[in-house]
T-cell receptor, first 112, second 113 residues
Framework: TQLLEQSPQFLSIQEGENLTVYCNSSSVFSSLQWYRQEPGEGPVLLVTVVTGGEVKKLKRLTFQFGDARKDSSLHITAAQPGDTGLYLCAGEVLANDYKLSFGAGTTVTVRA | EAQVTQNPRYLITVTGKKLTVTCSQNMNHEYMSWYRQDPGLGLRQIYYSMNVEVTDKGDVPEGYKVSRKEKRNFPLILESPSPNQTSLYFC????????????FGPGTRLTVL
């Protein structure tokens, strides 16, 4: 059983459409991160959220951390083919514990 | 350039033949980890190290060994590989504990026949 459940598992949309990826858990996290991974490469950090209710924006990407710090979402506005990739959420359950728990990932494909 | 390097990038081997995957980082990070990535399961931590000579088990340590004799290197050892260890392996390093950002290597795709 995954500590973090991501949904959907796969998402295919047309360029210009919006999309949302969800990351849910029954555990409370001290921090939660989102990574993007492209084929043949390692994951690259996009953002870290640490405060319940926090919203961070990175150009067309909006990240939200749930008030109870048990869930998070990633919203992409006007998706572009360059947004294609595997999106992973990762949560740190206890502060100062260097073990991150990762979700299984959401594969996003943006068609031109 | 700040980076985490892994070698080899691809490896095909046979059951029982000992192998080592090397990992090195040039960012002076204290914390390093090994993960395996399998379809539908995401990244699962194998081992991690908080400092030189300090290592600890992650979520799936069975069949693996690690060592941390120097700060920059964190090799992953499979003493007797089995087919269920066929996977994509990532090494990662972390600067500090504040937000635990992981810097990942490019990955090693291992196939055990």
């Amino acid at each position: 059983t995954q500590l973090l459940e991501q949904s959907p598992q796969f998402l295919s949309i047309q360029e210009g459409e919006n999309l949302t990826v969800y990351c849910n858990s029954s555990s409370v996290f001290s921090s939660l991160q989102w990574y993007r991974q492209e084929p043949g490469e390692g994951p690259v950090l996009l953002v870290t959220v640490v405060t319940g209710g926090e919203v961070k924006k990175l150009k067309r990407l909006t990240f939200q951390f749930g008030d109870a710090r048990k869930d998070s979402s990633l919203h992409i506005t006007a998706a572009q083919p360059g947004d294609t990739g595997l999106y992973l959420c990762a949560g740190e359950v206890l502060a100062n514990d260097y073990k991150l728990s990762f979700g299984a990932g959401t594969t996003v494909t943006v068609r031109a | 350039e700040a980076q985490v390097t892994q070698n080899p990038r691809y490896l095909i081997t046979v059951t029982g033949k000992k192998l080592t995957v090397t990992c090195s980082q040039n960012m002076n990070h204290e914390y390093m980890s090994w993960y395996r990535q399998d379809p539908g399961l995401g990244l699962r931590q194998i081992y991690y190290s908080m400092n030189v000579e300090v290592t600890d088990k992650g979520d799936v340590p069975e069949g693996y060994k690690v060592s941390r004799k120097e700060k920059r290197n964190f090799p992953l050892i499979l003493e007797s590989p089995s087919p269920n260890q066929t996977s994509l392996y990532f090494c990662a390093s972390t600067r500090d504990s504040s937000y635990n950002e992981q810097f990942f290597g490019p990955g090693t795709r291992l196939t055990v026949l």
